[in-house]
């Protein structure tokens, strides 16, 4: 079963920028679909970002297209989510996850993801 570990969370200024990680470790832990979720104090997880086998095809939320970027490192079993252009309302636990889609349309949906981080606190000051 694999795991994923979030790291890089904190406080950041509004137009700032963060930088989150995401490893994740145990058995085939290069070969699966990774996401990232976050959830803001009172209301539900929401999708921010995928990145899709075998391509490594990327996906956004609107609400963060053009501001952050996702990608995958050298090893393959890290992620990295690049904040860019933070705002106000990026404040949230952002949740790293894993799983093996197989429909890929389902990228950003929570539901589909079996594995799931702690998460890890950013904090964007205005």
């Known amino acids: 079963q694999v795991q994923v570990v979030e790291s890089g969370g904190g406080l950041g200024q509004a137009g700032g920028s963060l930088r989150l990680s995401c490893e994740a470790s145990?058995?085939?832990?290069?070969?699966?679909?990774m996401g990232w979720f976050r959830q803001a104090p009172g209301k539900e997880r929401e999708f921010v970002a995928a990145?899709?086998?075998?391509?490594?095809?990327?996906y956004f939320a609107d609400s963060v297209k053009g501001r952050f970027t996702i990608s995958r490192g050298n090893a393959k079993n890290t992620i990295y989510l690049q904040l860019n252009n933070l705002k106000p309302e990026d404040t949230a636990v952002y949740y790293c996850?894993?799983?093996?889609?197989?429909?890929?349309?389902?990228?950003?949906?929570?539901?589909?993801?079996?594995?799931w981080g702690q998460g890890t606190l950013v904090t964007v000051s205005s």
């Open positions: 145990g058995r085939s832990s290069t070969n699966y679909d």
């Open positions: 990145i899709i086998r075998p391509g490594d095809d990327i």
């Open positions: 996850a894993a799983t093996i889609l197989v429909d890929r349309s389902d990228a950003t949906r929570a539901s589909k993801y079996k594995v």
